[in-house]
């Protein structure tokens, strides 16, 4: 590392303040590879006490300075142990991913660049990252080449992107400039989603002024899939069809190639919301799951949940450049700029942190094979744990599709799965500390939700973590 800083910089304060900034970075990562080297001693879920340790955050605001190092110090003392062990392959909590090494490695550098990416000319590092890895995502999912695609804060931002950029294209085809005119008075926009929407798409319509409410729900199967055979055929050009790959709970998608090609001829709009089950199309062997997913209009998706990139990584895919730009563009003189992709007109953030880094550092290190491997890998983790709770007598409720295992548990091994039981086994894995999985409620029925995002899962992970769920599933039944 070059320490010798003296030839450009002269001034004492700036020097003083360089040295800091340099030895206070250094002593992160030196705290940071503390952390992860004592997480695999560490329950997955934090202590009762090291929550508890959080209470000395809450305080009123000292008057006076302190260093970069004691706020550090502290940080890491009481911050570190109320952290949830997120990359050890035993958290399969919602749907966190772990996160690449290659990532968090890029993030680290990233941080010190600390560059604004509204604007080719405030960085064209994170411009020209952005670029290559939105485009390496759209190959890799297999959409349309030519699309435009960048990154979001996540997946909802993305939805929201792609329904606000749908809106507006219908309604200027219908002569109606939303830029000018506002939606009051606007020809209505009709709305068709499947039964198993996630609430993200529903309030990305609610901040696009699309009520929710008003929403034309179309029933699905008992994967959560829509029942194409009960979708509407009299969709028109003022129609926002928002379909799913990979539903939350099972991983099931919808039949695009289905629906897609009849809501596009009637000259309707398709926005998918993809934020982790649109990687199986990045599988050889799972591509089928979301066949004639390219042929929609617009796409969300991210990197921080299945791809474990950090978060902060959603990206938003449109077909046709034109209708993104109309969308979110914004001007003004002193943002003037020649460049042909000023992030700032490609979604609805101004001012960005380089989000394209992590993902561009990910997909670098693992190549278009080693990203297949990562899907494929999830959804063999996903299916070893279903096999192994139903040989322990669990109640795999819908056979996974990719990476989601809905699980309940009965009174007996091989009885019905019990509501009580089920919550009682979901809260005793949480304190039992081997891993981490949520509850949810399916059709009805409490369950037990796996779901398998962090790369580093191994196949001793998932034992070990059955084992763990069947001894907390025994001292349950032990006290019903
Ligand atoms: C299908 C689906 N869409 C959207 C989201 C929201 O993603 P984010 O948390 O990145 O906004 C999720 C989150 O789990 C999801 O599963």
Redesign the pocket.
């Known amino acids: 590392m070059a320490t010798d800083l003296t030839p450009a910089l002269t001034h004492p304060m700036a020097l003083a303040r360089l040295r800091e900034r340099i030895a206070v970075t250094t002593e992160a990562a030196r705290r940071a590879g503390g952390y992860l080297a004592a997480a695999p001693h560490r329950p997955i879920a934090p202590t009762a006490d090291a929550v508890a340790g959080l209470e000395a955050f809450r305080r009123p605001l000292q008057d006076a300075p302190r260093t970069a190092h004691d706020v550090l110090r502290e940080l890491d003392e009481v911050g570190s142990p109320a952290t949830t062990v997120q990359a050890m392959g035993r958290y399969f909590g919602?749907?966190n991913g772990g996160v690449e090494p290659a990532a968090a490695a890029a993030s680290i550098l990233a941080g010190a660049w600390d560059q604004n990416a509204a604007l080719p000319a405030q960085s064209p590092v994170a411009s020209v990252l952005d670029e290559v890895a939105a485009a390496w995502v759209v190959d890799l999912l297999g959409l349309p080449h030519d699309a435009v695609a960048t990154f979001t804060?996540?997946?909802?931002?993305?939805?929201f992107t792609g329904i606000v950029t749908a809106r507006d294209a219908l309604l200027a085809r219908a002569g109606w400039d939303v830029n000018e005119l506002g939606l009051i008075g606007a020809p209505p926009i009709r709305v068709v989603v499947g039964d198993e929407v996630?609430?993200?798409?529903l309030k990305s319509l609610r901040l696009a002024g699309l009520a929710p409410g008003l929403v034309e729900r179309v029933p699905v199967d008992a994967r959560g899939a829509i029942d194409a055979d009960a979708f509407p055929t009299d969709t028109d050009a003022l129609t926002l069809v928002l379909l799913?790959?990979?539903?939350?709970t099972t991983g099931a998608s919808d039949p695009f190639d289905r629906i897609i090609p009849g809501v596009r001829e009637r000259g309707g709009w398709v926005h998918v919301?993809?934020?982790?089950?649109l990687w199986a199309a990045a599988s050889p062997t799972l591509r089928e799951q979301v066949w004639g997913v390219d042929q929609a209009d617009s796409w969300?998706t991210?990197a921080?949940?299945w791809l474990n990139a950090p978060?902060d990584s959603?990206v938003v895919i449109v077909r046709d450049y034109r209708d993104l730009y109309r969308a979110m563009a914004m001007h003004a003189p002193y943002l003037a700029s020649t460049d042909s992709r000023p992030l700032m007109h490609l979604s609805p953030h101004m001012s960005q942190r380089a989000r394209g880094v992590e993902t561009w550092a990910l997909l670098a290190a693992r190549g278009r094979s080693g990203i297949a491997e990562l899907v494929d890998h999830s959804c063999a983790m996903a299916s070893l744990f279903a096999d192994l709770l139903r040989e322990a007598g669990a109640e795999v409720i819908v056979e996974p599709a990719l990476n989601q295992v809905p699980v309940t548990f009965g009174q007996e091994p091989g009885a019905p799965g019990d509501d009580a039981v089920t919550a009682a086994v979901t809260r005793a894995i949480a304190q039992e500390g081997t891993l981490w999985a949520g509850g949810s409620v399916w059709n009805g029925r409490t369950i037990l939700r796996i779901s398998v995002s962090d790369a580093a899962t191994t196949a001793d992970d998932v034992r070990a973590s059955v084992d763990a769920i069947v001894a907390c599933w025994e001292a349950v039944r032990a006290t019903f």
């Open positions: 919602y749907v804060t996540g997946a909802t931002l993305a939805n996630h609430i993200s798409a799913q790959a990979g539903n939350v919301d993809g934020a982790f089950g969300a991210d921080h949940k978060y959603g």
